[in-house]
C-alpha cells in the first residue's frame, strides 16, 4: 500500500526566506504527484501537478521537483509572503494493483511566514 | 466560476441523526471522490464512482454510502453520525480515474456532530 510522508510537520519563517518542503513516497508506480495547498477549514487547491514522465514544474514563486525512482519530492517556495501562510499537501496517484487512480496523501506541512 | 461545489459548507447534525451532504460538478468529469478529513490528519478516501460504477474503500464503514444520480451530482449519506464523524468532507472529480489527468476538489463540508 502506498504511503506518503510530508517533513517537517510544521515550519515558521520570517518573510521572505526561500523555503524547501518534502515528500516521500513508498511505491513509484505512479501516474504523477500533485502538490495543494489548504487554508484553514477550507477545501484544496491544486499547486502543481507533476506527471510521472517529467522532473519539474514551475508556477510563479513555487517550484516543484520529482525524482520517482527514489520516491521523493520537493515544494521550493521562493521569497515566501504572509499570503503563503497555509497548510501544504502532497499526493501521488496510484498507477497499478489496488493502487490504480486513487489519490494518496500525506499529513501536509503547516507553514506560517511572519512579517 | 467554481467547479466543484459542495453544500452546504457547514453542517451540524445531533448523534445518530442521519445526515446528507452534497457536490455537484460542471466538468461533466467521469469520476467522484469523497475523502474525509479530520484534524491534521491526511485526507483519506472513502469511496468514488467511476461513471455510475461505485468503488468502496475496504476500510469505509458501512454507516457511510454514496449516490450518484448523474453524472453532475453525488451524494454522500451518513446513517447515524457518531462525534468520531466530525471531520471535513471533501468531494473530488477528475476526468479519469487512471492517466495524468488532476483531481479537481470542493471548498468541503465541516461536519459537526453534537
Known amino acids: 500500500k502506498q504511503e506518503v510522508t510530508q517533513i517537517p510537520a510544521a515550519l515558521s519563517v520570517p518573510e521572505g526566506e526561500n523555503l524547501v518542503l518534502n515528500c516521500s513516497f513508498t511505491?513509484?508506480?505512479?501516474?504523477?504527484l500533485q502538490w495543494f495547498r489548504q487554508d484553514p477549514g477550507k477545501g484544496l487547491t491544486s499547486l502543481l501537478l507533476?506527471?510521472?514522465?517529467?522532473r519539474e514544474q514551475t508556477s510563479g514563486r513555487l517550484n516543484a521537483s520529482l525524482d520517482k525512482s527514489s520516491g521523493r519530492s520537493t515544494l521550493y517556495i521562493a521569497a515566501s509572503q504572509p499570503g503563503d501562510s497555509a497548510t501544504y499537501l502532497c499526493?501521488?496517484?496510484?498507477?497499478?494493483?489496488?493502487?490504480?487512480?486513487?489519490?494518496?496523501f500525506g499529513r501536509g506541512t503547516q507553514l506560517t511566514v511572519w512579517p | 466560476d467554481a467547479m466543484v461545489i459542495q453544500n452546504p459548507r457547514y453542517q451540524v447534525t445531533q448523534f445518530g441523526k442521519p445526515v446528507t451532504l452534497s457536490c455537484s460538478q460542471t466538468?461533466?468529469?467521469?469520476?467522484m471522490y469523497w475523502y474525509q478529513q479530520k484534524s491534521s490528519q491526511a485526507p483519506k478516501l472513502l469511496f468514488h464512482?467511476?461513471?455510475?460504477?461505485?468503488?468502496n474503500e475496504a476500510d469505509t464503514p458501512d454507516n457511510f454510502q454514496s449516490r450518484r444520480p448523474n453524472t453532475s451530482f453525488c451524494f454522500l449519506d451518513i446513517r447515524s453520525p457518531g462525534l468520531g464523524d466530525a471531520a471535513m468532507y471533501l468531494c473530488?472529480?477528475?476526468?479519469?480515474?487512471?492517466?495524468?489527468?488532476?483531481?479537481?476538489f470542493g471548498n468541503g463540508t465541516r461536519l459537526t456532530v453534537t
Open positions: 473530488a472529480t477528475s476526468r479519469e480515474a487512471g492517466g495524468g489527468s488532476p483531481l479537481h
Open positions: 511505491d513509484s508506480a505512479i501516474y504523477n
Open positions: 507533476i506527471q510521472s514522465s517529467q
Open positions: 499526493a501521488v496517484r496510484g498507477y497499478r494493483g489496488s493502487t490504480l487512480g486513487r489519490l494518496y
Open positions: 466538468l461533466n468529469h467521469n469520476v
Open positions: 464512482y467511476y461513471d455510475k460504477d461505485f468503488n
